[in-house]
């Protein structure tokens, strides 16, 4: 794999990794201590995160983007999604907002957090 050189880039390869269920590709651009803070507020672990996705407790059927706006410097995306997904037995779409915090310097995604918009 190539490395990503910003944020909207690295988001590329996360939502199709998230959507392929691909930890192997997630774990490439995830900092050790990353965490995703979910839209009900619960902020989950890379380990514990990575986990769910390959027991499928996290399934992610489509994302669709509808807006991004990549920080200047390249730190940081938003970007709002249309997603389709299964989360511990329940499948929904939602319009969610991802806020995606990256280590520029290191190439990987220090922090996500989820809402809806």
Known sequence: MSTPTTAAAVWDVIR????SADTDALSDVLSESFTLTHMTGFVQSRADWLAAIDTADMQYHSIVDVDLV???DGDAVTVRTR???TIW????QWPLQLCIDVDVRRQV???MIATTW
């Open 89 to 92: 037995g329940g499948r929904g």
């Open 70 to 72: 990549a920080s200047p």
């Open 109 to 111: 995604v220090t922090r």
């Open 83 to 85: 997603t389709d997904a």
């Open 16 to 19: 199709a990794a998230m959507v």
